[in-house]
């Protein structure tokens, strides 16, 4: 069953989409207002703001600077196998830190030429800020593409203490 909820934060009104599992639930989005790409809630999906309390309330712990790191279940079978990869090597950029593209795509295996894919699939990431991705910056220090936009992006490195020097 797809569950979803709708969280406040200091980027705006959350959307959280979630799948129950026999532990909870396995979070499959977290979208951005104005995201690229955004979740949309869909017939026969349920509201169920009392599913997704503990990530509620991690999502208010980080937001707060009480929080660096998250603990959450993340749905299975989403994505290609190079995308899973590259999502996995965002999960291990350290609270307060930023990678280049470049560096990402070292990690991954895809050096040179696979700096492009590696943009890719950090810009399909479905769950902005649980899963890092505002921590990856340009080779040159500057602010790139993110799917909530810059202005997030820049504010999510703000509350680390990561600002890249634009």
């Known amino acids: ?5 709708t969280v406040d934060s200091p980027l705006g009104e959350l959307l959280l989409v979630g799948e129950e599992t026999t532990g909870g639930t396995a979070l499959a989005s977290l979208s951005l207002p104005g995201q690229k790409g955004a979740a949309v809630v869909r017939d026969g999906w349920v509201r169920a703001p009392e599913a997704f309390a503990g990530i509620a309330a991690q999502l208010r712990e980080y937001f707060e600077g009480r929080r660096t790191r998250f603990d959450i279940v993340y749905a299975d079978g989403v994505g290609t196998a190079f995308q899973r990869r590259v999502w996995a090597a965002l999960d291990t950029v350290p609270y307060g830190e930023t990678v280049s593209y470049g560096e990402i795509a070292e990690r991954v295996g895809a050096p040179g030429a696979g700096v492009r894919a590696v943009g890719t699939a950090i810009g399909r990431n479905p769950l902005l800020v649980v899963r890092p991705c505002h ?7 500057a602010l790139r593409g993110y799917a909530g936009g810059l202005e997030s992006k820049e504010r ?3 509350l680390e203490g990561a600002l890249a020097v634009r």
């Open 1 to 5: 069953m797809t569950m979803y909820t």
């Open 135 to 141: 921590r990856v910056i340009g080779a040159d220090g």
């Open 156 to 158: 999510l490195l703000g």
